[in-house]
């Protein structure tokens, strides 16, 4: 299940997050959609990186029963224009860095594995029948 916090005016459908969720894991994700000013806030607090980006994941250093995997924070400013940018929809923009973040709170890291979460999220992308995804698009 996901638990879903909305800080814009947009109208969000989750159906289809929560379609992937339950593909992938049993375990409740926190799903927060913010603005660029309030992602570029969270990367700087917590990556120490002044600049707005797409999506940040926030995996639990702990695990107990009942607990959720972690929490997902996308900018909607990004998902409107990367979709417009790639001629997505919005929902299938969402959906990527959704896909993207997930990924990261079940320990893939293209940053330093050996092309795993690459090859993860494009099974990924096939399955849900989305367009290629950042991740996919420079590879």
């Known amino acids: 299940m996901i638990d879903f916090e909305n800080n814009t005016s947009y109208d969000i459908d989750i159906s289809i ?3 992937i969720s339950i593909s992938l894991t049993k375990k409740d994700i926190e799903l927060i959609i913010v603005n660029n000013d309030e992602i570029q806030q969270l990367n700087k607090e917590h990556r120490n990186i002044d600049k707005a980006t797409d999506v940040l994941s926030f995996p639990l250093d702990f695990e107990l029963e009942n607990m959720p995997l972690g929490s997902i924070v996308i900018s909607v400013d990004f998902v409107e224009e990367k979709a417009k940018e790639y001629n997505h929809t919005f929902n299938e923009e969402l959906s990527l860095l959704f896909i993207h973040g997930l990924l990261h709170l079940l320990g893939f ?4 594995d050996d092309g795993e979460h690459r090859d993860k999220e494009e099974e990924l992308i096939k399955e ?3 367009p290629n995804s950042l991740i996919v698009r420079n590879s």
């Not at 890291?109 to 330093?112: A, N, Q, S």
């Open 17 to 19: 997050l929560e379609k």
């Open 128 to 130: 849900f029948n989305l």
């Open 109 to 112: 890291d293209h940053e330093v």
